[in-house]
């Protein structure tokens, strides 16, 4: 009997309980094995050194062609050194992981700069989310620094409610101006302020391929931000960019006080581009 999926969420497997699965699949082998999802096991509740185990055995199925394409281990307070050692599974030359989930293990900046350097050796990851991890801006500049690598495969980024700010926001900005793969980048709950905005709204007019930011709203109505050669203020940020072969969506969730806006807080018609600005498209409200 083959096992191609095994979901174990919200079973309290522990520490333990996760080091002998990951021992039992790296000694016993586990070719046909494509989707493993752990998630809220309290997998990070034990001691460092039965952490240092589990992280071995974790890194020894990838080296095992375990064929492992998708592994879900959110929520479950791992600590950086979980970074770590995903950083050097992805190094593996039989790899096969394609989507990675980390959300909420608490992997700092230590952890997710560690990982980000294994997916820069990595040909197969395309979704990776680091959210709530409480990286800041040196996890993101790394993150612009592997977007703009050429044969990048990332295709979806999650790193919201992280400590990110301008800085690092101006950077990602910067690289996904170039960058040919990527097609979700979440960055909510990140204080990236005006300037922080602008750059990553002045990268949609360059990137093609890009069809879903996620960005906050922010306090500051009197900033411009201009997508092509039209200005948009904050108050109308919830748009829809229709361009070449992509669908542009700027869902803006919250305010500076963290209230949902609705409909009625934003103007209820459309926004039209310029074709002189390089894109043929219509901006309506989503």
């Not at 979901?7 to 094995?33: P, V």
């Not at 093609?208 to 997508?227: C, G, K």
């Amino acid at each position: 009997m083959i096992i191609y999926q095994v979901f174990l969420s919200l079973n309290r497997i522990y520490t333990d309980g996760a080091d002998a699965l990951f021992s039992a699949l790296q000694e016993r082998g586990a070719s046909g094995l494509k989707t493993l999802i752990l998630r809220h096991n309290k997998i990070g509740s034990g001691s460092r050194s039965k952490l240092k185990r589990l992280c071995y055995n974790l890194s020894r199925c990838f080296k095992a062609k375990s064929g492992i394409q998708k592994l879900d281990l959110g929520y479950n307070q791992c600590g950086s050194i979980f970074g770590e050692c995903l950083g050097t599974a992805l190094t593996a030359t039989d790899c096969s992981l394609v989507s990675l989930n980390l959300h909420y293990n608490d992997l700092s900046d230590v952890g997710c700069i560690k990982l980000l350097h294994g997916v820069q050796c990595n040909k197969s990851l395309k979704w990776l989310d680091l959210s709530k991890n409480g990286c800041s801006d040196n996890t993101a500049k790394l993150l612009a620094q592997t977007l703009e690598i050429s044969d990048c495969l990332l295709e979806y980024v999650d790193i919201s409610f992280c400590r990110i700010g301008p800085e690092g926001a101006i950077e990602i900005g910067k690289s996904i101006e170039t960058n040919m793969s990527l097609r979700y980048l979440n960055l909510c709950g990140c204080n990236i302020d005006a300037s922080g905005t602008l750059s990553l709204i002045q990268a949609l007019s360059s990137n093609i391929r890009l069809e879903s930011l996620h960005i906050d709203f922010i306090d500051t109505y009197e900033q411009q931000l201009p997508i092509g050669n039209k200005k948009v203020t904050h108050n109308e940020l919830k748009v829809k960019v229709i361009g070449y072969e992509s669908i542009v969506s700027l869902i803006a969730l919250h305010d500076a006080k963290g209230e949902a806006y609705g409909s009625s807080k934003l103007p209820s018609f459309p926004l039209g581009i310029s074709e002189t600005a390089g894109i043929s498209a219509i901006m309506q409200m989503s």
